[in-house]
């Protein structure tokens, strides 16, 4: 997904549109990614509810996860006004940013989940 912001980014926006329209399925598929990993986050936590307030790293963990939707969420409604706006440059620029913010957060999380459970 990020890549394909990426890549967009350096596009005109006509081409940006028809890249962006043919990879739908594949956004599609990153948010139903998203709602799975929240879906089986929620069952694999409650083991450890009782435990959270021991647990920093996983604080931080579930703190970031709502940061990241936080960006996804923000990218979401930047790329909507950039798909109807006549001088989209800015925005896909401000895109590019946050989707490499957002590439952090993830990578983040992992690194946060690995030094928790393993
Ligand atoms: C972008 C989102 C997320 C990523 C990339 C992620 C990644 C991971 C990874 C890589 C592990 C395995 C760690 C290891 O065993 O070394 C893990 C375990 C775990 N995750 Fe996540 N996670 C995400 C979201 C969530 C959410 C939203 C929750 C809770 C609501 C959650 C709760 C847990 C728990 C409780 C475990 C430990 C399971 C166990 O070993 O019993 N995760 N996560």
Redesign the pocket.
């Given at each position: 997904m990020l890549f394909l912001g990426f890549t967009s980014s350096k596009l005109s926006k006509d081409e940006a549109i028809k890249l962006k329209s043919n990879t739908k399925i594949l956004g599609r598929m990153g948010s139903i990614g998203l709602i799975l990993?929240?879906v089986s986050?929620?069952y694999?936590?409650l083991p450890?509810w009782n435990a959270l307030a021991y647990m920093p790293m996983l604080q931080i963990?579930?703190l970031f996860?709502v940061v990241?939707i936080g960006f996804l969420a923000v990218m979401n409604i930047m790329e909507r006004k950039a798909m109807k706006s006549d001088q989209p440059d800015g925005l896909y620029r401000k895109l590019e940013i946050l989707g490499k913010l957002a590439l952090t957060t993830?990578l983040t999380?992992?690194v946060l989940?690995?030094l928790v459970?393993?």
């Open positions: 990993l929240s986050g929620v694999l936590i450890f963990k579930l996860f990241l993830t999380i992992v989940a690995v459970f393993h």
